[in-house]
């Protein structure tokens, strides 16, 4: 397995320097597709990775699908070579490795967001100048919503997370107090003053305003947090190490 994630990467990187920068995306996309069809349509992931079947099988399969889902030769190429390699279920990384490569040839960086309720394009906008602005380069967003972090947002780029939800701070806590590290009395809730006024209800369409605060708050979180650069810190996890 190790012998043929080597040879994929080899291979991937090949591909990527006989391509011009304006088709990678085309070839990204073709790779893609024909992965998500060999998982989704019926007997043909069997046809990959089931050794009764032979190399030549696997060659006609990808005929038909590359006709089907009009992929370009190149990619078709390179799927052969794959198909040769008995390699299908490095794909993911190949794909990965063409995107990282597309995305440093154009200087650009791609960032997984994940909040509890969909985001504006005013917050991502936000987001996306901060990001940008921190790292030099441009960013592409892909947002996610998960209602299970109950609030805050997650943020991956590249290998690294950085998990700014409400989950990923109970956890903290909960490790805290498990080590010892922490006493109850210092997260104990705040009880609001008699007279503080009642905070006003949020339109029904308006995400609540905790909300609002912890995404537009990430932009001077995310700033300290990488200024530190520091991986042993308990926010940021990489992923490699997962």
Not at 11 to 29: A, D, G
Not at 116 to 122: A, G, H, I, R
Not at 138 to 166: A, W
Not at 217 to 241: C, I
Request: proline residues 3%.
């Amino acid at each position: 397995m190790k012998k043929n994630t080597k040879a994929i990467k080899r291979y991937t990187k090949t591909l990527f320097s006989m391509v011009e920068i304006s088709e990678v995306e085309k070839v990204i996309s073709d790779i893609s597709k024909f992965y998500q069809t060999a998982n989704t349509v019926n007997n043909v992931k069997s046809v990959l990775v089931n050794p009764l079947f032979t190399e030549e099988d696997r060659v006609k399969l990808l005929d038909i699908l590359a006709a089907t889902l009009k992929l370009s030769s190149i990619s078709v190429k390179f799927l052969k070579k794959v198909i040769e390699l008995g390699a299908y279920t490095e794909l993911p990384n190949a794909i990965n490795t063409l995107t990282k490569l597309y995305f440093d040839a154009k200087n650009m960086s791609k960032a997984v967001i994940t909040t509890s309720v969909k985001m504006s394009e005013q917050l991502k906008k936000l987001l996306t100048d901060t990001l940008s602005d921190k790292f030099k380069r441009k960013f592409e967003l892909e947002c996610l919503v998960d209602t299970g972090i109950v609030g805050g947002v997650v943020v991956k780029i590249d290998s690294n997370l950085y998990d700014l939800s409400t989950r990923g701070q109970l956890r903290l806590i909960k490790e805290s107090l498990l080590s010892g590290r922490v006493s109850t009395s210092n997260i104990a809730p705040k009880v609001a003053a008699k007279d503080e006024p009642p905070r006003e209800k949020p339109h029904k369409d308006e995400p609540p305003k905790v909300y609002k605060e912890n995404v537009m708050g990430v932009t001077n979180y995310l700033s300290d947090k990488l200024a530190k650069d520091d991986s042993s810190e308990d926010w940021q996890v990489d992923f490699k190490k997962i």
